[in-house]
């Protein structure tokens, strides 16, 4: 049976929405629409999440997920990445005798997710062997190939020239990442310390819902907006 740590990585320290990992959202911490959702599904063997503040570490636990405590001093800075974060967890849990096949990245920012993706992602690394991470994606509002850079001077420059003559619908799909969904390879984690690489598959997370992502007070009300017209709870 393939084993799938899940990790929530959550520092204390937001400058832009200060406290935002604890803040309530449609009636509960931010934080815990996403162990909930983790706690939910069947494909996590188990539910991890890393912080540097107590209180998140306490909330977070009693909405059901685990902690082995404070996250180190050297991941408690702005420089830290949650590439830093999984690596830790991973080899921290190892060190027990745990062993993982993947590794899912749970972010807080992003409290809305869907179960078939995952699912989706899941049945990729299990029957592609040579794809070393899944990432949700969501669909471009408009298309870069018709972007262009404007210097300080404000001219103009088109990124892609040859592109431009080009038909809106005749150009290809492009994406970008939206958060809802990491899942990479255990054994490639720890090797290659990051989850994206030119041969990562994706999985398209495009609904309203899963396209939250809160990291200002303005993504805040937009998010408890949207929670509120879809009725979620």
């Known amino acids: 049976m393939v084993k799938i740590l899940a990790i929530v990585p959550a520092r204390g320290g937001s400058k832009r929405l200060p406290r935002k990992n604890v ?12 162990i909930e959702f983790a706690n939910a599904q069947d494909i996590f063997s188990r539910v991890v999440v890393s912080s540097d503040d107590d209180e998140i570490l306490d909330v977070a636990c009693a909405c059901g997920a685990e902690s082995s405590g404070r996250r180190p001093a050297h991941l408690s800075g702005d420089h830290a990445s949650s590439i830093d ?55 471009t509002d408009t298309s870069p190939f018709h972007a262009f850079e404007m210097s300080k001077n404000n001219d103009l420059s088109a990124l892609f020239p040859e592109k431009l003559s080009t038909r809106s619908q005749d150009l290809s799909t492009t994406v970008t990442v939206n958060g809802s969904l990491y899942l990479v390879r255990a054994d490639v984690l720890k090797n290659e310390e990051k989850i994206f690489f030119p041969t990562s598959a994706a999985v398209v997370c495009d609904t309203v819902l899963e396209r939250i992502d809160i990291d200002t007070n303005s993504d805040f009300l937009k998010a408890e907006a949207i929670f509120s017209q879809h009725s979620v709870r």
Do not use: M
């Open 85 to 139: 974060v999984l690596v830790h967890e991973l080899n921290q849990l190892e060190t027990k005798g745990e062993c993982y096949d993947f590794v899912a990245l749970l972010q807080p920012t992003t409290p809305f997710r869907n179960t078939d993706r995952w699912r989706q992602a899941l049945n990729i690394l299990a029957n592609r062997p040579e794809v070393p991470s899944v990432i949700g994606v969501q669909i």
């Open 23 to 34: 803040l309530p959202l449609a009636g509960k911490p931010l934080i815990n629409w996403t």
